[in-house]
């Protein structure tokens, strides 16, 4: 229904709500952030979208995406910070840097890569799930509550990835999201022209379930820490199938 930007605003506000009440506030449903429900069209379409179909059943499906197999990594602030001053020495040009985040997703799709240990010669793609509102023309802001979801997919050879260094992976994945915007644009302006309703799981069958490719959602720049409901701050963060 919404993306991880709209879901850690809800989650906070709920936040603000509870500690308001707790500490007796004269109005506890007072929120810092208060959420934009504007629906949002590019210039010369909509409000309405007609989409193609005229029964629930056409476009409705019920997925089943099996069982959720988790594994935990913890990455210390120490290990991030060789990791990133690794992937900027590899990556060999001063007009790139590679944000933390960036190394450490090479690294994770390096690895994952490497333990499926497919075909030398067939594609692997990596996908990172980015908020689209900053990428919109005019941009939207992070209030407006919705799903604004735009993908990054670097795509290369397995035994390019494998072959090459840590910072050759990181440069590449750094490179597709910053030319993301245009294509956020081109995607916006696509689905306007044709409306269209993508069944649950297929989306995950064509391009995130892909064989040899891995998605990378969330962002550090969530508040995952910040929400408290009366128990204490959070130890750690799970968030099912979603990431």
Not at 98 to 123: C, D, Q, Y
Not at 176 to 183: L, P, R
Request: glycine fraction near 8%; charged fraction near 20%.
């Amino acid at each position: 229904v919404v993306d991880g930007t709209s879901f850690i605003h809800f989650v906070s506000a709920l936040s603000e709500i509870f500690r308001s009440e707790s500490e007796g506030s004269e109005n506890p449903t007072r929120i810092s952030r208060v959420p934009l429900y504007k629906m949002y069209a590019p210039e010369g379409y909509g409000p309405v979208f007609k989409l193609p179909h005229l029964e629930p059943e056409e476009f409705i499906v019920r997925y089943d995406p099996g069982p959720l197999r988790e594994r935990i990594f913890h990455f210390s602030p120490d290990s991030m910070a060789r990791l990133k001053e690794k992937a900027n020495e590899e990556c060999g040009t001063e007009t790139q840097v590679v944000s933390s985040f960036m190394a450490l997703s090479g690294l994770v799709w390096k690895s994952i890569t490497r333990a499926r240990n497919p075909p030398a010669h067939e594609n692997t793609a990596c996908s990172l799930l980015l908020n689209a509102r900053p990428r919109l023309d005019p941009p939207l802001s992070d209030n407006y509550f919705g799903n604004f979801l735009g993908q990054a997919r670097a795509v290369c050879k397995v035994e390019e990835l494998l072959g090459r260094s840590l910072g050759w992976a990181a440069g590449i994945l750094t490179q597709e999201v910053k030319k993301n915007t245009h294509e956020v644009m081109a995607l916006v302006k696509m689905i306007s022209d044709r409306p269209m309703v993508v069944p649950p799981g297929l989306e995950q069958a064509d391009v995130y379930g892909a064989a040899n490719s891995v998605v990378i959602g969330g962002s550090h720049r969530f508040d995952m820490y910040g929400p408290e409901f009366g128990l204490g701050r959070a130890a750690a963060v799970r968030m099912g199938y979603a990431n």
